[in-house]
């Protein structure tokens, strides 16, 4: 279904500035039954994102050069080699979170011009649709010029949120440019009989090793497909997608019945099945590949959105299991979180505590009963905390949906009849 919304954006005399639709904080219509922090207000919700909005952006935000035209070059600087680098994964939570925060930032539109043009100029080397997913500090490619999934998807998202909050008559064209990366995401990286996100453009459909079965869960970012669905010309692939990623989160969620987890990679089950369970060992990155670990822990994120913004139900059932299991576990105190788990619900290590982890618990708490004690407390242990770009980066945006300000084009233009049904205990 295409959405029917058509936002204008009004240009400021003498500049490329458009002022934007939906300036922050915009306070998004959730799904019935949603639970938000109680214990503070909703200007201190906003201020908190503020705050923290202003933390990351002076921490992780770099100018990196001017296009010919004089617009200014953005890049997000991860750091994750030790040395200044940049991931495509940052470029499409600084776009997300940058369009989010018009209004509050004046510079918002400029800055996220110049996050595309730093995107547009490092392509990956296979599908040039797509940004290749490891930049040096310096400009160069490393570690192959190739896509990871989630980057681009993040990308594409940001950049229908821009369309939405300043239309597409400016500098750059923002539905065109996300409607083409969805493109190339469905052309090279979505399995063409699993339908589920492959790990980049480097996978052939039918390797050997690395192929459309093997998989990372925390790709399956199901509002991110309902957008596409509704603005591409090819609907039906992205449709496809949100089931088959449902059902796969469904059945991962077998291997672990106490604690609900789903792994960081998923394999097929076996030669012919068209169903997953958890990596071995040492499968794309180290010795948790099959654990909730460092890339899973979005899930509930992800989750928590699509059943949120969209009232999707299975969505909530499936976020609400694991925020459930994590509260038990920690007998409430959110400070007991720990930075990964077995699937059994064992923690890796005891010895810290990260955003990463907790944010998206909190967010996977708005959906059910019983639970505003658990994300009153989840949303204090974070909302404050500053840690690295990844940690919090994901904890920004989690913060914006735990604070009732996160949307995408789809949910500001759909109002909810039945909404989201309280998930029972």
Request: charged share 15%; with cysteine.
């Amino acid at each position: 279904m295409r959405f029917a919304c058509v936002l204008a954006a009004t240009v400021i005399a003498g500049s490329a500035i458009a002022a934007p639709q939906f300036p922050f904080p915009h306070h998004a219509a959730y799904a019935r039954g949603t639970l938000k922090p109680n214990h503070r207000t909703q200007v201190q919700l906003d201020q908190d994102v503020r705050d923290f909005y202003a933390w990351w952006k002076s921490q992780y935000l770099v100018q990196d050069g001017t296009e010919p035209d004089g617009q200014p070059r953005y890049r997000i600087r991860a750091n994750t080699d030790g040395n200044g680098n940049t991931v495509s994964e940052a470029q499409g939570y600084g776009i997300t979170i940058v369009s989010l925060m018009a209004g509050e930032d004046p510079a918002a539109q400029t800055i996220v011009d110049g996050l595309w043009e730093y995107f547009n100029d490092h392509r990956s080397g296979i599908d040039p649709r797509l940004m290749t997913w490891n930049v040096t500090a310096g400009g160069q490619a490393q570690y192959g010029n190739n896509s990871a999934y989630d980057g681009d998807a993040d990308l594409a998202l940001g950049l229908l949120i821009a369309s939405a909050q300043w239309g597409n008559n400016g500098r750059i064209d923002y539905r065109a440019k996300a409607l083409d990366i969805a493109a190339g995401q469905a052309a090279s990286v979505t399995g063409p009989v699993s339908r589920l996100p492959m790990l980049g453009d480097w996978v052939a459909p039918d390797g050997s090793q690395y192929n459309q079965w093997t998989v990372r869960p925390s790709d399956f970012m199901p509002a991110h497909f309902l957008n596409f669905q509704s603005f591409a010309s090819n609907g039906v692939v992205w449709a496809q997608v949100i089931a088959a990623t449902g059902a796969a989160i469904e059945h991962l969620q077998t291997y672990a019945p106490t604690s609900h987890l789903v792994p960081d990679f998923a394999i097929r089950e076996s030669a012919g099945s068209s169903t997953l369970k958890p990596a071995n060992p040492g499968f794309l990155e180290g010795p948790h590949d099959g654990d909730y670990n460092y890339n899973a822990g979005r899930v509930p994120w992800r989750l928590a959105t699509h059943a949120l913004l969209h009232g999707d139900g299975r969505a909530a059932v499936q976020a609400y299991r694991m925020s459930s299991w994590i509260q038990t576990a920690t007998g409430g105190n959110a400070s007991l979180i720990r930075p990964g788990y077995t699937l059994a619900g064992t923690p890796i290590t005891t010895s810290y505590f990260t955003s990463f982890f907790a944010a998206p618990f909190g967010t996977a708490a708005m959906v059910g009963t019983g639970q505003q004690a658990w994300l009153n407390a989840v949303y204090d242990s974070v909302r404050s905390r500053h840690e690295g770009y990844y940690e919090d980066s994901v904890n920004l945006l989690c913060l914006l949906l735990m604070s009732g300000s996160y949307w995408d084009p789809v949910s500001v233009d759909r109002i909810f009849q039945d909404g989201l049904h309280r998930v029972a205990q």
